[in-house]
């Protein structure tokens, strides 16, 4: 972690405003979270109590983010209407993929015109995650360069990645740049699905379905594409039994 970054991690009276938008993944098929998914949308899957996506919801409330651009594909009605009570409070916009799954870049493509702020939160919906001593949105945005980066990845160590059973995703210089995992080896950081993007990573980009990663090689490439630790905890919420693994995590503290 760069100096910069440890020292607004060690204070956490350090705030920024977060964007105005945030863009939650929602349209994936949830084929891990069968049989739970077979009549509802894998956001709307009950962790703690709560669907997936209020917990975003809420993350996203308290850091102070009025628009909201959810992309939708399977049982989207279902989470539309969701949304209408959930997110009332919210300024919802809905990024139809009905007819075709984009995946997460093409998805991010379709619904680059309906968002307002650059840069802009991007957050998958099957996350779980907890603040450490400062508020995990607020931190992205204080550690923001508009000049250097156009993707800010929020990771977390391989220790305290809750449920994860990969090697691993990224490796982090010392000025906070990201490096992929070599073939066959394993890196230290996980990403944890939620990152704050420019609208400059989604330039000359594919048409149709393609993967995020596309975009954050090319970054990488460029020097672009940075880290940030997340302080507090996380869970990959990707299986029924990770439900389960999370919420004991929870309930012993």
């Given at each position: 972690?760069?100096?910069?970054?440890?020292?607004?991690?060690?204070?956490?009276?350090?705030?920024?405003?977060?964007?105005a938008?945030?863009?939650?993944?929602?349209?994936?098929?949830?084929?891990?979270?069968?049989?739970?998914?077979?009549?509802?949308?894998?956001?709307?899957?009950?962790?703690?109590g709560?669907?997936?996506?209020?917990?975003?919801?809420?993350?996203?409330?308290?850091?102070?983010?009025g628009?909201?651009?959810?992309?939708?594909?399977?049982?989207?009605?279902?989470?539309?209407?969701?949304?209408?009570?959930?997110?009332a409070?919210?300024?919802?916009?809905?990024?139809d993929?009905?007819?075709?799954?984009?995946?997460?870049?093409?998805?991010?493509?379709?619904?680059?015109?309906?968002?307002?702020?650059?840069?802009?939160?991007v957050?998958?919906?099957?996350?779980?995650?907890?603040?450490?001593?400062?508020?995990?949105?607020?931190?992205?945005?204080?550690?923001?360069?508009?000049?250097?980066?156009?993707?800010?990845?929020?990771?977390?160590?391989?220790?305290?990645?809750?449920?994860?059973?990969?090697?691993?995703d990224?490796?982090?210089k010392?000025?906070?740049?990201?490096?992929?995992?070599?073939?066959?080896?394993?890196?230290?950081?996980?990403?944890?699905?939620?990152?704050?993007?420019?609208?400059?990573?989604?330039?000359?980009?594919?048409?149709?379905?393609?993967?995020?990663?596309i975009?954050?090689?090319?970054?990488?490439?460029?020097?672009?594409?940075?880290?940030?630790?997340?302080?507090?905890?996380?869970?990959?919420?990707?299986?029924?039994?990770?439900?389960?693994?999370?919420?004991r995590?929870?309930?012993?503290?």
């Amino acid at each position: 972690m760069s100096g910069k970054a440890r020292a607004l991690a060690l204070r956490p009276d350090i705030k920024a405003a977060a964007p105005a938008t945030a863009m939650i993944m929602a349209a994936g098929l949830g084929k891990r979270m069968r049989p739970l998914t077979a009549t509802r949308p894998k956001p709307l899957v009950e962790v703690a109590g709560k669907p997936l996506i209020d917990h975003v919801l809420d993350r996203l409330r308290a850091a102070g983010v009025g628009k909201i651009v959810v992309n939708v594909h399977y049982l989207p009605d279902a989470l539309e209407a969701h949304l209408k009570t959930s997110a009332a409070d919210f300024d919802v916009k809905i990024s139809d993929e009905r007819n075709q799954l984009l995946e997460t870049g093409g998805g991010m493509i379709r619904a680059e015109p309906m968002i307002e702020a650059d840069p802009f939160l991007v957050i998958n919906s099957d996350n779980f995650w907890i603040d450490g001593p400062a508020d995990t949105l607020h931190l992205l945005a204080s550690l923001w360069r508009e000049d250097d980066m156009d993707a800010l990845l929020l990771l977390v160590p391989q220790a305290r990645a809750g449920n994860h059973s990969g090697q691993g995703d990224f490796h982090m210089k010392a000025d906070g740049r990201l490096a992929r995992r070599q073939k066959g080896k394993v890196a230290p950081y996980v990403f944890t699905g939620i990152q704050m993007v420019s609208k400059r990573l989604l330039r000359d980009s594919p048409q149709g379905p393609f993967s995020t990663n596309i975009l954050w090689d090319r970054a990488i490439d460029e020097g672009r594409c940075f880290g940030a630790v997340h302080q507090g905890l996380w869970f990959d919420v990707g299986n029924p039994l990770a439900i389960k693994a999370t919420e004991r995590a929870l309930q012993h503290g």
